[in-house]
């Protein structure tokens, strides 16, 4: 699964409690269909995976555990207007 999946493109988390941009525990639920080929001898592999729906639960940051303060934020466009150092 990739972060875009869970919030979208050009977006990231924050949390307004320390600042951190980079370390969260992310908690999701997710309905997938998956195409399994099952040989004779039992064995299976998963062929084709389909997510039909990804719902976000929570989002905690790791470096001070807040869990009530995490925001979705733009990502900044390098080099360009609204690239802000925070």
């Known amino acids: 699964m990739d ?6 493109a050009g977006k ?3 949390c307004a ?3 951190n ?3 969260f525990d992310v908690e999701t ?5 998956r195409y399994w080929h099952v040989a ?3 064995t299976g592999d998963v062929e084709e995976e389909e997510r039909l729906e990804v719902s976000l639960e929570s989002v905690t940051c ?8 995490i925001e979705i934020v733009d990502v900044p466009r390098a080099g360009g207007e ?3 150092p925070e």
Request: with cysteine; glycine share 12%; proline share 0%.
């Open 21 to 23: 941009l980079t370390r």
């Open 17 to 19: 409690a320390c600042g």
């Open 29 to 33: 639920v997710e309905r997938v269909r």
């Open 62 to 69: 790791r470096w001070c555990a807040a869990a009530d303060a």
């Open 12 to 14: 990231r988390f924050r």
């Open 40 to 42: 004779l001898s039992g």
């Open 82 to 84: 609204g690239t802000h």
């Open 3 to 8: 972060l875009l999946d869970v919030i979208g």
